[in-house]
């Protein structure tokens, strides 16, 4: 396609070319009414070989509906020399002479507006769009031209924090979740809509935070309105004394998402049915599956996790050991141990994912044996979250003792999550699953981008975080001094909370 658009168009814009545009929107794109969607479903299959999948699109030339990916809309348009088609699923033209989904103005505001009205017939509200200039802020911006470059040695983003009285727990955390790269976007683009009548919104301060990160400013920030509004959702964390960063995150976490609304304009009220950015980001689904000793029938259960907690060598809790290229260390680019003999992030993941014998003392009622009956447990990663946060079990509280665990746990700047979902399970129960290092397959790849760490003892101790700014940039943020930092400082750390971000998004 060339720089002037596609020369193919305007042979498609003659007579009622906008009626009917709009019309197949409406029908068989956006289908805002039940009775569109009934016709949608019934009538939406491919021509040539019946089925509804293999992205489906229809001809904008005639009522024709065939397959993308098995080329049978390709075979129509060269037959019948029609050169434009639509995606019945995003709504988005492809030109066959251009061999390209094609921009047009005209086309891109009809399909805007037919959008609109499906969400509003749906009961969706209005949806974020896009912003938009108009001719004011036109008018603006072109008599304020300079523009604020984003390079590799921009430190917009970074910016230190005020200690308010052993508060580095909290801070530690902030800097966190303001180098998330989706809930950076998420904020940045004010895509909060608050109802609450009070001024004790936490995703208003929060979203007041992200500002005033990126507005460039070096002096350190204070944040004393977000740690009153921590004080008053969240009592447990309330007054001077020293506080878990852990604690903090979940905290931190769950009133977000209750003070959030989710894209239908719904109170995010059903933490298993939620689709508030924080769902978004942070929840993933754990599978727990109970298999009977006797009978080995399964019972299967899936929670929502904001994050992971993983048991470390040294604690009360028996770390078993653990047979050298297990699991998932090959293709973390781990051996089992590495030459000082250190624990790796796998080989934890490796013992929260193995089967646990529950033993006599925690019999279950097995419904195919209708009585109680020894049993195993095994926890696997049926869902996968955009951002994995890994809780080092480093404070151990029981009736005995109270202790910090300093034992080092290596962990990678790229973690592939493969081994340790539900579907390679059934894959190696099944005799089909082959440990590789495919290259091409990056579903379950994660990238680190911040670490917590914390130093002292349980008593006595201080938080940091490392943050990564840019690819292969590391900050360390100790309150309020930001210092420049090496990939061997932050994987050389002990390591409390690790934050990975997943490298391919699936498109919706």
């Known amino acids: 396609m060339g720089p002037t658009g596609c020369p193919h168009v305007h042979t498609y814009k003659v007579d009622n070319w906008k009626q009917n545009l709009r019309v197949i929107y409406q029908c ?9 969607r009934k016709r949608k479903a019934k009538s939406c299959a491919c021509h040539m070989c019946g089925s509804h999948l293999s992205r489906l699109h229809s001809c904008l030339h005639c009522v024709y509906f065939a397959c993308f990916s098995k080329k049978h809309i390709h075979d129509h348009a060269k037959s019948k020399r029609h050169s434009l088609a639509i995606d019945l699923l995003y709504g988005g033209i492809y030109c066959f002479g251009c061999q390209d989904y094609i921009y047009d103005k005209d086309i891109e505001q009809i399909a805007k507006e037919e959008q609109r009205k499906a969400w509003k017939i749906k009961g969706a509200g209005e949806r974020f769009l896009t912003w938009e200039p108009n001719k004011r802020e036109l008018e603006l911006l072109r008599h304020n031209p300079k523009r604020r470059r984003i390079t590799s040695n921009c430190t917009i983003g970074l910016r230190g924090l005020i200690n308010l009285g052993n508060t580095c727990f909290m801070n530690c955390i902030v800097q966190a979740l303001t180098h998330t790269p989706l809930l950076r976007d998420f904020f940045l683009s004010d895509r909060h809509k608050c109802e609450m009548q009070s001024n004790s919104c936490l995703v208003c301060e929060m979203s007041q935070l992200f500002q005033e990160f990126y507005s460039g400013h070096r002096s350190p920030h204070i944040p004393f309105r977000l740690l009153h509004l921590v004080w008053t959702h969240a009592r447990h964390l309330a007054g ?8 903090f995150l979940i905290a931190a976490l769950d009133v977000l998402h ?3 609304k989710d894209d239908n304009g719904k109170k995010a ?5 939620c689709n508030c950015i924080i769902d978004q980001i942070f929840t993933g689904g754990l599978q727990s599956d109970v298999t009977c000793q006797v009978c080995l029938g399964v019972s299967t259960t899936i929670d929502p996790f904001w994050d992971i907690s993983l048991d470390l060598p040294g604690s009360s809790t028996p770390f078993w050991p653990l047979s050298p290229g297990g699991d998932g260390s090959a293709l973390n680019g781990e051996t089992h141990t590495s030459s000082s003999g250190a624990t790796t992030l796998t080989d934890c993941l490796r013992r929260f994912t193995r089967p646990e014998h529950l033993g006599s003392g925690a019999k279950i ?9 020894e049993s195993t447990k095994q926890l696997t990663m049926k869902k996968l979250p955009i951002v994995a946060c890994f809780h080092l079990k480093r404070f151990e509280h029981s009736a005995k003792l109270r202790r910090k665990i300093t034992t080092y746990v290596s962990f990678p700047l790229e973690l592939d999550m493969t081994p340790f979902m539900a579907s390679s399970k059934e894959s190696r129960m099944n005799g089909q699953y082959q440990q590789t290092t495919d290259p091409f397959n990056n579903d379950n790849k994660y990238s680190l981008f911040a670490v917590v760490n914390h130093q002292g003892t349980l008593e006595s101790g201080h938080y940091t975080t490392f943050i990564r700014q840019h690819k292969d940039q590391w900050f360390k943020c100790d309150d309020a001094i930001i210092t420049k930092a090496t990939i061997k400082d932050v994987l050389d750390s002990e390591g409390y909370l690790l934050f990975y971000h997943k490298q391919f998004l699936e498109y919706e």
Request: proline share 3%; aromatic share 12%.
């Open 365 to 373: 009622k097995c419904s195919g044996c209708h009585s109680y009956q």
């Open 269 to 273: 009220n059903n933490p298993n049915h």
């Open 258 to 260: 209750k003070h959030c």
């Open 240 to 247: 001077y004394e020293q506080q878990d960063a852990h604690e």
């Open 28 to 36: 068989f794109v956006w289908s805002g009414s039940a009775e569109t």
